[in-house]
Nanobody, 117 residues
Framework: QVQLVESGGGLVQPGGSLRLSCAASGSGFSNYVLGWYRQAPGQQRELVATLSTGDSTNYAESVKGRFTISKDNAKRTVYLQMYSLKPEDTAVYYC???????????WGQGTQVTVSS
């Protein structure tokens, strides 16, 4: 069982940067596959980035080279660093943790990111 609390969303101008944080409570943080997803108005929820238990990463083509997913095991926190933000990045961003052994998914409540001038 893990509870996820997100922070860092907000309004930024095109070309700007933003860092999202997702703090996890519970045990076994290092045993979770971590990810960020997003959902724009009228769109399906899509995968943005994942971070495996072996620290390998995977990114959606639309964010590759601009976004970086990382984690701090001591703080039990996963981050999404976003650079060169575009209006099309506007969405509700969700933190996800999946326990590898059971494939059980846990979700944050979502945080709004708006990229607009």
């Amino acid at each position: 069982q893990v509870q996820l609390v997100e922070s860092g969303g907000g309004l930024v101008q095109p070309g700007g940067s933003l860092r999202l944080s997702c703090a996890a409570s519970g045990s076994g943080f290092s045993n979770y596959v971590l990810g960020w997803y997003r959902q724009a108005p009228g769109q399906q929820r899509e995968l943005v980035a994942t971070l495996s238990t072996g620290d390998s990463t995977n990114y959606a083509e639309s964010v590759k080279g601009r976004f970086t997913i990382s984690k701090d095991n001591a703080k039990r926190t996963v981050y999404l660093q976003m650079y060169s933000l575009k209006p099309e990045d506007t969405a509700v961003y969700y933190c996800n943790a999946r326990r590898r052994a059971t494939q059980t998914n846990y979700w944050g409540q979502g945080t709004q990111v708006t990229v607009s001038s």
